[in-house]
């Protein structure tokens, strides 16, 4: 199941917004470009797309500049912040019996990762395999994943739970706050540059029963699951699922058609006849995804024209100045002024 298949609560925006908030930072900065007001978080009936989040994610990062802000994030994070869902964990029988409930319902998170569970040699181990989304974007979003994960396995599971490992992918500034503070939470350290990011356990901790177990609420709450994933599958046109992806694809590796089929489970030839009958094609709906992501860089007053060239994976600013003049009409130097006497 992709992250761009299905709505989400506004409940993890509401936290990110919470956690700037905390930081001075106003809510309408980390909430800008995501069609998104205040008020909406408020509403439990909002049901946001995956871009509008992160959107919000990519906004905090930009404001918070600071090494393992996804940790700390993540380690916001309990069982009442995922609803039904969480209230559905803690009332299982046993801990496999959560756990199966969780992986099966990850659509139902806050999640970006691919989540996967099993038997790795003597230990089980939950692995998180990294969004295919802007570096930045990537380590942030792996980050709160499994430290939101880490901290819901000892909250649901009990005092008698407890990691055998923790590991991640990439490095973390040693000293980081949140890396203290997560070993504390996880009660094992995190160790860096490892193979892949995950959390591993004694799989003779599946048996254990947990103390909120109660039958009839753990019932109710996975039909009221099942039924939430189904509504919440979102009923997309292939134009509007190719968007997503693309607005989430690294901004300095833009996918070509055949990349982009694979990534929706397509081939190529019902990509481009699913897209014809929607009167659009794959070359103008790039490129308006292109020209969204190059104001965005253009708002940045702190990037050269040649720095956003690169970032967005063009060899020479010229190359990029010849595109950005297909797309609107103008130089990128225009285009920034537009942008910031609009204010956006």
């Known amino acids: 199941m992709r992250f761009w298949d299905f709505k989400r609560s506004s409940a993890s925006v509401r936290l990110l917004v919470e956690f ?14 995501s069609r998104l007001k205040v008020a909406d978080l408020a509403d439990p009936a909002i049901e946001l797309e995956a871009s509008q989040e992160l959107c919000v994610v990519g906004n905090l990062i930009r404001a918070c500049r600071q090494p393992g802000l996804g940790l700390e994030v993540g380690m ?11 209230l559905g964990l803690i009332s299982s029988a046993t801990a496999g019996d959560a756990l199966a409930l969780a992986l099966r319902s990850i659509p139902l998170t ?20 990294p ?32 990691l055998s490992r923790f590991t991640l992918e990439h490095q973390v500034e040693r000293g980081a706050s949140s890396t203290e503070a997560l070993a ?3 009660g ?4 860096f540059g490892a193979r892949c990011t995950s959390l591993s356990f004694d799989p003779s901790k599946l048996a254990l029963r947990l103390p909120q177990a109660n039958p009839v609420t753990v019932a109710m709450c996975e039909r009221a699951c099942d039924e939430l994933m189904e509504r919440r599958r979102a009923r997309l046109g292939t134009g509007e699922c190719l968007r997503q992806y693309l607005e989430a694809a690294p901004v300095h590796a833009a996918p070509d058609l055949p990349q982009a089929a ?5 081939s190529d030839r019902t990509l481009k ?25 253009l708002e940045d007053g702190t990037l050269s024209l040649t720095e956003i060239a690169e970032r967005m994976g063009f060899s020479d600013l010229s190359s990029f100045s010849q595109a950005y003049k297909r797309w609107f009409g103008v130089a990128p130097s225009v285009g920034r002024a537009g942008t910031q006497a609009r204010g956006v």
Request: charged share 30%.
């Open 188 to 191: 094992v350290r995190p160790e």
């Open 110 to 129: 806050f999640a970006f990762c691919r989540i996967a569970g099993g038997l790795d040699g003597e230990t089980y181990t939950v692995t998180f395999e």
């Open 184 to 186: 504390r939470m996880a």
């Open 262 to 266: 694979r990534a929706l489970g397509l």
């Open 76 to 86: 916001r994070y309990n069982f009442a912040s995922y609803g039904l869902w969480g």
């Open 131 to 162: 969004p295919d989304v802007e570096p930045a974007v990537q380590r942030f979003l792996v980050e709160r994943d499994v430290a939101a994960a880490a901290r819901l396995m000892k909250e649901v599971l009990g005092a008698e739970f407890a």
């Open 273 to 297: 006849r699913r897209l014809q009958d929607e009167g659009i094609s794959y070359r103008v709906l790039l490129a308006e995804v292109r020209g969204r992501q190059a104001n965005r860089l």
């Open 20 to 33: 700037g908030q905390e930081r001075g930072l106003d809510a309408a900065r980390i909430l800008s470009r």
